[in-house]
C-alpha cells in the first residue's frame, strides 16, 4: 500500500517536502495498486529540487509507463536526458513545491557534475548534430540490401539455395532497419521529433521491419530509465526462458507461486525449472525464435485491448497502423510471387524471421546480459549516470582493423555505455566520445567494462551458468 502520511497531505498550493517522505514512494510499484489509487494518490518526482505530482499526467505521457520508475525518485538527470526543453511548459503545470534547502540535492562526487558539463561541451562541438548524408546513406544502402534479396528469390526462389541466401539477406535487411529505427526514434536525426517519428518509426520500424513504434518505445524507454533493474528492466524480465539473475528465482519461493507464474507467464514450475537448468544449451535456440515473440508482442500492442491493464496507455499512431498493414502485405506479395512451392515459402518465411531474430538479438544480448543486476534499493541509492555504466557493456573488435564491422553489424550499440549516458548523440560521433567517457570513470572509479564480441558472449554464458548452478543450490 503507498505511505499513509503522504496520501493524507492535502495542503494546498506549493509547499516545502523532505526528501525522505519523497523516497518513501520509490518502493511502492505495484500497478494495481497505482491504478487503484489513482485519483487520490500523489505521485512525486523530484527535479532540480522541485516537487511535481505527475499522477494527474502518466496517462498523457508520450514516453509510455518509463514515468513510473521514477516516482519518488529525484529524476532530473534522467528527465534532461530523455527531453526536450519544452517539456518544461508541460512540467509546471504539476508542480506542487520545493525540497527542504537541507535536502537539496548535493553531487557526492563529480561524477555526474562533470558527465553534465560533458553534455553541454558536446552541444558545443556539435556532437548533438547528425550528418543527414550519412543517414541518407544507411538508409539507401539498407534499401540495397532488400532489393538484392528480392532479386534473388525473383531468380532463385524455387531452390533451397535460393530461399536460404534471399533468406539471410533479409533477416540482415530488418536487423539493420531496427538500428536505423532505433536512432531516429531516439530523436538523434531530425530536431522536429515529427520527422523522426515518421522516418524512424512509422517507415523503417512498420513498413520495413514489422515493428510497431509505440511497442517499441515503451519498452525501450523503461531499459533506458532502469536498465538491468530487477522488477523494472523489461529486456531482463525473461524468466524462465533465460534467467539473469538470482533475483528472478525468489518469486519461485512464494506461496502462491505456481498459480500465478502459469496464469502470468504460460510455464508450469516444472518446466520452468527445466528451462533454467539447460538455458545455456537452449540460447542460440531461444534467441532464433526472439523475433516470433517481438512481432506477436508489436501486434497486440496495437489492438484496442492490447494495452489493458497498463496504468500509463502508449499513444498509437493511424501511421503506425498502416505502417503495419503495409509490411505484412508487401511479405506476403513478395512469397506469393517469387516463391512457387508452399514447402519453399514456409522455409523462407520461418529462416528469414529465426535468422533476423538471432541477428538482433546477438547484439542485443551483448549491450547489458551478463553485467551486473541491481535491485531497486540498489538503484535508489545509485547516481543514474553511474547506473547507465555499470550495467553496460562496449563490444570492440579483437582486430582494430575489423571495427568498422562490429559498428556496422551491432548498429553502434557497441559504444552501449556511451549511448546510455548521451542518447540523443548520433552513432557516428560515438568513437569520438568513448575515450573521454572511460577517461572519466576511471578517475571516479566507476567499473567501465568494454570487451571484444566473442569474449562478451562468453561472458553472457558464464552469467547464465552461475545463475543455473545458483538455481540448483536454492531449489533442490
Known amino acids: ?91 509546471s503545470n504539476y508542480y506542487v513545491g520545493d525540497l527542504e534547502p537541507a535536502d537539496f540535492s548535493i553531487v557526492k ?11 553541454e561541451h558536446f552541444k558545443q562541438l556539435n556532437y548533438y ?50 538500428w536505423l529505427s532505433h536512432d531516429f526514434l531516439h530523436h538523434q536525426v531530425f530536431e522536429k521529433r515529427t520527422y523522426n517519428n515518421l522516418v524512424g518509426g512509422a517507415f523503417l520500424g512498420s513498413v520495413c521491419q514489422g515493428f510497431t513504434p509505440s511497442w517499441w ?46 496464469k502470468s507467464r504460460g510455464f508450469s514450475p516444472s518446466t520452468s525449472r527445466f528451462l533454467i537448468k539447460y538455458q545455456t544449451l537452449l540460447y542460440f535456440p531461444i534467441l532464433a525464435f526472439a523475433r ?24 498509437v499512431t493511424t501511421a503506425e497502423q498502416i505502417g503495419l498493414g503495409i509490411h505484412y ?6 512469397i506469393w510471387l517469387y516463391i512457387p512451392k508452399i514447402s519453399l515459402a514456409i522455409t523462407f518465411l520461418i529462416s528469414s524471421q529465426m535468422i533476423c531474430g538471432l541477428f538482433l538479438a546477438l547484439v542485443f544480448s551483448l549491450n547489458h546480459n551478463g553485467m551486473r543486476v541491481l535491485t531497486e534499493e540498489e538503484s535508489q541509492n545509485m547516481g543514474f549516470f553511474e547506473e547507465q555504466v555499470v550495467t553496460g557493456r562496449d563490444v570492440i573488435s579483437a582486430i582494430p582493423a575489423y571495427q568498422w564491422w562490429i559498428d556496422w553489424f551491432t ?28 577517461k572519466l570513470c576511471i578517475k571516479y572509479k566507476i567499473p567501465y567494462h568494454r570487451t571484444t564480441f566473442w569474449a562478451g558472449t562468453w561472458e553472457v554464458f558464464s552469467k547464465l551458468e552461475e545463475v543455473t548452478a545458483k538455481s540448483e543450490t536454492l531449489l533442490n
Open 109 to 119: 562526487n563529480g561524477f555526474t557534475k562533470e558527465l553534465r558539463e560533458l553534455k
Open 411 to 438: 548498429g553502434g550499440l557497441n559504444y552501449q555505455i556511451e549511448h546510455h549516458l548521451f542518447p540523443s548523440i548520433p552513432r557516428h560521433h560515438f568513437h569520438k566520445i568513448q575515450p573521454t567517457i572511460e
Open 129 to 178: 548534430e547528425s550528418s543527414k548524408s550519412y543517414y541518407v546513406f544507411k538508409i539507401l544502402s539498407n534499401l540495397t540490401i532488400w532489393a538484392i534479396s528480392c532479386v534473388i528469390l525473383a531468380h532463385y526462389g524455387n531452390t533451397l539455395m535460393g530461399i536460404f541466401s534471399s533468406a539471410t539477406l533479409m533477416g540482415l535487411f530488418w536487423q539493420q532497419c531496427g
Open 329 to 334: 502485405a508487401w511479405v506476403a506479395t513478395l
Open 1 to 91: 500500500m503507498p505511505p499513509q502520511e503522504i496520501v493524507e497531505s492535502t495542503i494546498e498550493g506549493p509547499q516545502l517536502f523532505r526528501r525522505e517522505e519523497i523516497t518513501k514512494l520509490a518502493n511502492w510499484r505495484d500497478e494495481k495498486e497505482q491504478q487503484k489509487n489513482l485519483s487520490k494518490t500523489p505521485w512525486y518526482i523530484i527535479i532540480d529540487n522541485k516537487v511535481y505530482d505527475i499522477r494527474e499526467f502518466v496517462g498523457e505521457h508520450p514516453g509510455g509507463s518509463v514515468i513510473l520508475t521514477h516516482i519518488g525518485k529525484d529524476a532530473t538527470d534522467a528527465f534532461y536526458n530523455f527531453h526536450p526543453e519544452s517539456t518544461f511548459e508541460i512540467l
Open 292 to 315: 516470433f515473440s517481438w512481432l506477436a508482442q508489436s501486434m497486440l500492442f496495437i489492438l484496442p485491448d492490447g494495452q489493458n491493464g497498463k496504468s500509463v496507455k502508449m499513444p
Open 217 to 262: 518505445k515503451d519498452k525501450h524507454n523503461t531499459h533506458h530509465a532502469a536498465p538491468n533493474v530487477h522488477g523494472q528492466d523489461p529486456d531482463i524480465d525473461t524468466h524462465p526462458l533465460l534467467t539473469w539473475s538470482v533475483y528472478a528465482l525468489t518469486d519461485m519461493f512464494e506461496p502462491d507461486f505456481a498459480e500465478k507464474f502459469i
